[in-house]
């Protein structure tokens, strides 16, 4: 089997697995919400004897969506950096193909492996789904700098910079399914020919 088919395959098992996690925190949110809205429509004033009571019952229940609120932004959040992530690291595994450890140790920085790519004339920017790596990337850090679309991100459809970053879920489903393909189509370009089948390390 060709490496860049054994990375494709790789990819998107990792992210199936980021995938049904996300799921799963969807549909927990959903079944706690349901119990919210049941205890709020069940509840009556005359179940207890003083009206603050009653109050702060109401309140409470409204803290509780508020959280649940919140846990699912986050759930979104590590979604988008789990998916960035598994960009990250399979860059690495290819860089691994052509390059020495000391030199894609290196090679933190995406402007940098570009650098270093284009010595060998590959441009990483022309690979397929390219943007879409680039998107996770720039999400990526939007989202460790305070979740607000930054300058950068603004370059993609959609994003308003200083915006607070909403439907993150909305975001790695429509960006996931092009991970693999990326991961594939750059294998396809760093992979020397002579080692173009194989296990991937």
Do not use: C
């Not at 598994?86 to 390059?99: F, G, P, T």
């Not at 991100?153 to 993150?168: A, C, I, N, P």
């Amino acid at each position: 089997m060709k490496v860049s088919a054994v990375f494709e395959r790789l990819a998107k098992f990792q992210v199936d697995l980021v995938g049904r996690y996300l799921e799963g925190a969807e549909q927990q949110f959903e079944e706690e919400v349901a119990s919210l809205k049941k205890k709020s429509k069940s509840v009556t004033k005359n179940q207890f004897e003083d009206e603050h009571d009653y109050e702060a019952y109401v309140d409470t229940l409204a803290s509780d969506y508020e959280i649940l609120e919140d846990i699912k932004e986050l759930s979104e959040q590590l979604a988008i950096v789990a998916l960035y992530r598994i960009v990250e690291l399979n860059i690495k595994k290819i860089l691994l193909w052509r390059y020495s450890k000391e030199e894609v140790k290196k090679l933190r920085q995406i402007d940098r492996i570009a650098d270093h790519l284009s010595k060998d004339g590959i441009r990483l920017e022309k690979v397929r789904h390219y943007n879409t790596a680039d998107e996770v990337r720039l999400l990526n850090n939007a989202i460790k700098h305070e979740n607000k679309v930054t300058k950068d991100l603004e370059k993609y459809r959609g994003y308003k910079e200083g915006q607070d970053l909403k439907s993150l879920d909305k975001a790695f489903n429509r960006l996931s399914p092009n991970v693999p393909k990326f991961l594939r189509f750059l294998a396809e370009k760093v992979v020397p020919k002579g080692k173009r089948t194989g296990k991937v390390r």
